[in-house]
């Protein structure tokens, strides 16, 4: 049945490989957790569901607790929708409360100590690593979507291709048009961007290398992952009072509530900023 359900978000609903693993690893533990209990699909209750969930909460922070609700919710909906199961258990479960956060990015300083000190173009992935790094403190692509970015769709824009196969198109600013032009007549044979003498760089080699650089320039372990590029980048925007929906269209949230947290984020550097320069 999971099997059934991964192939079908992958192939029917376009979901990106990483996100069909995590619901893969999320559904596997729901079947571990029912196994121990001698639960088939189709015996579990509302009240079995309510146990699964206080027991995910006590090892899990509430945004992954909630992760775990939708995952399995969208799963039973496809196994009511397709392989006959009467009802859903896990249709009555909204998301729990969860504490209102501040998402943090990789500071200025260590972004443009990076973006200054390219490496060797000779060491191919760890320069493909800044190239990376490069897109997404520009454009707040998500580092699945730089994986995925081809010369194609690089023009006085670039067309995402985003969660969900949905489309959204992102100017690209003019200090990364200056080097993707540079890197388009170098390498002019490729398909990928992040592409290595004629093969696609693998994720978790381009990950590795772009944690290593932005702590090579300073950056805190906590914040040295791709993410927090993207961040900084929204940070940034909504720092220079882009509209929010704009912003929202260009990180391709599908909600203005996540695109909200980074008002938050800004009001509070502003009171910040204020405490530290005011007489």
């Known amino acids: 049945m999971i099997s059934d359900y991964i192939s079908f978000c992958k192939d029917v609903k376009g979901f990106s490989q990483q996100t069909c693993r995590s619901y893969q690893s999320i559904l596997r533990n729901l079947a571990r957790f029912f196994k121990e209990k001698n639960k088939r699909w189709s015996t579990i209750t509302p009240d079995d569901v309510r146990e699964f969930i206080q027991e995910t909460s006590r090892s899990a922070q509430a945004s992954t607790v909630n992760v775990y609700i939708m995952t399995c919710r969208g799963f039973f909906d496809y196994l009511v929708r397709f392989k006959g199961l009467e009802t859903n258990p896990f249709a009555g479960f909204s998301k729990i409360k969860e504490p209102k956060r501040l998402v943090t990015g990789v500071p200025e300083n260590v ?9 060797a173009r000779s060491r191919r992935i760890k320069y493909l690593a800044w190239v990376a790094i490069n897109i997404m403190y520009y454009e707040g692509l998500r580092i699945s979507e730089v994986m995925n970015l081809k010369w194609a769709d690089v023009t006085e824009v670039i067309d995402v291709i985003g969660k969900g196969n949905k489309e959204r198109i992102v100017p690209v600013a003019k200090e990364l048009a200056t080097l993707l032009n540079h890197e388009r007549m170098l390498d002019d044979k490729s398909t990928y961007v992040m592409e290595s003498w004629g093969e696609r760089v693998r994720l978790r080699s381009l990950t590795f290398e772009i944690n290593k650089l932005l702590l090579e320039a300073g950056c805190e372990v906590a914040l040295a992952h791709p993410h927090a590029l993207r961040h ?48």
């Open 111 to 119: 972004c443009q100590q990076c973006l200054s000190n390219p490496p």
């Open 232 to 279: 900084t980048f929204a940070t940034r925007l909504a720092c220079h009072g882009i509209p929010l929906p704009v912003l929202q269209k260009l990180l391709g949230h599908n909600n203005l509530s996540t695109t909200e947290i980074y008002l938050s984020v800004t009001r509070e550097e502003i009171i910040q900023n204020f405490n530290r320069y005011s007489i």
